[in-house]
C-alpha cells in the first residue's frame, strides 16, 4: 500500500460515473463504490434483477504515486467540484480502511491498481503482448498512444486494421 496515495474527489452524484471515466482515461485508478440491489427497473417490469447503484454519490476514490500532491495529476475539468480535504488541501486517505470500504480484496494489489499506468511505460515501436480479447497473447508493435490507449495494428482479410486497446490490457513483452 506504499505505493499509492488515496484521495477523495467530490462531483456532482450525476457525474460521477464520467468523472472516473475521464480519471482513469489520463492513466489515475479511479473506483466508485458500488453496491448490488434486488430491485424492478420500472414499475411494470414484472420480476426483480440486481441492479448496480452508486452507493456513494458524487464522490470517486483515486489512488495516486504515494508522496505526490494529487492535483498535479488531475487536471481541471467542470465535473471536479473539489478534493474532500481540510482547509482547501486535500487530506489522504488511510489505505487500509478505504480497501476494505471500497470492497477492494485483501493481500497483493491487483495490477491495475499497484502501478500507475498511463501508456508512458511504452514507447512507439515497443513490442507489447495483449492480455484479454480475441488478440490475447499476441504480440503486437506499438504504432501510436493516445489518450490511455495503444494503437496497434493486424493484417486481416488482407488489409492492415487498426485496432485500439487500453494500456491496462497489455504489458510489454519484456516484462512477461
Not at 468523472?19 to 492513466?27: I, N, P
Not at 500532491?69 to 467540484?81: A, E, K, T, Y
Request: proline share 6%; charged share 30%; glycine share 8%.
Amino acid at each position: 500500500m506504499s505505493e499509492l496515495s488515496w484521495w477523495a474527489i467530490r462531483t456532482m452524484a450525476k457525474n460521477a460515473d464520467m468523472a472516473a471515466k475521464v480519471l482513469r482515461r489520463d492513466g489515475i485508478v479511479a473506483v466508485l463504490k458500488t453496491e448490488r440491489r434486488l430491485r424492478r427497473r420500472t414499475k411494470w417490469d414484472k420480476e426483480r434483477r440486481y441492479l448496480t447503484y452508486n452507493a456513494a454519490p458524487g464522490y470517486v476514490w483515486i489512488a495516486t504515486p504515494a508522496g505526490r500532491d494529487p492535483r498535479c495529476f488531475v487536471r481541471p475539468l467542470h465535473i471536479f467540484q473539489s478534493f474532500v480535504g481540510l482547509h482547501g488541501m486535500p487530506v489522504e486517505l488511510p489505505g487500509p480502511q478505504i480497501r476494505r470500504f471500497l470492497d477492494l480484496e485483501e493481500g497483493p494489489l491487483p495490477g491495475y491498481l499497484r502501478y500507475h499506468r498511463t501508456g508512458r511505460e511504452f514507447r512507439l515501436g515497443d513490442t507489447v503482448i495483449v492480455n484479454t480479447g480475441p488478440f490475447r497473447d499476441h504480440q503486437v508493435k506499438v504504432e501510436n498512444i493516445e489518450d490511455g490507449e495503444v494503437v496497434f495494428f493486424v493484417r486481416m482479410l488482407g488489409k492492415d486494421q487498426e485496432v485500439r486497446l487500453s494500456v491496462d490490457d497489455v504489458i510489454k513483452a519484456e516484462a512477461a
